[in-house]
């Protein structure tokens, strides 16, 4: 499934469209790039996030990551090949505030049997929460 330009704006628009994991995130587009190959996602986390000190618990920061990078690379393919991580790494540099977050992904090589990505959080001030690389397989989307 080849998606349009203008298909591929509505489903940024539509949350709907995300897959369960995304929106329990809270996942919201706010920028892409097919030929850059980047995405800027922001999440809204919920209160259930939270470890004891109040701060967004570090597994929930690695799929806000993930999936920054994952729809980087599968908005770079306009829907053609879904991204199955084999291997992420997560740098925490600060604690994540359970407030509105901005995570950018980028592509930085798609091959034939693997992508490597990189993504990184940032608070609503633009600080610098947590960094992030993965490597992932591409798979064909079923029509």
Avoid at 48 to 74: H, I, K, R, W, Y
Avoid at 80 to 99: G, I
Avoid at 111 to 139: F, I, N
Wanted: aromatic share 8%.
């Amino acid at each position: 499934m080849t998606l349009s330009d203008d298909e591929l704006r509505a489903f940024a628009h539509d949350p709907s469209k995300f897959p369960p994991s995304a929106r329990h995130l809270g996942c919201e587009i706010v920028g892409y790039s097919v030929d850059g190959g980047w995405a800027e996602v922001a999440f809204h986390p919920r209160p259930e996030f939270a470890n004891p000190a109040g701060t967004v618990q570090g597994g929930f920061v690695c799929a806000m990551l993930d999936e920054t990078m994952s729809f980087a690379a599968t908005l770079s393919r306009r829907f053609e090949m879904a991204m199955t991580t084999l291997q992420a790494s997560v740098s925490y540099l600060r604690p994540t505030p359970m407030a509105r977050v901005v995570a950018r992904g980028e592509v930085l090589r798609f091959g034939s049997s693997s992508v490597v990505m990189q993504g990184a959080l940032r608070d609503a001030a633009g600080t610098l929460l947590a960094v992030a690389t993965a490597t992932a397989v591409p798979r064909p989307i079923a029509k």
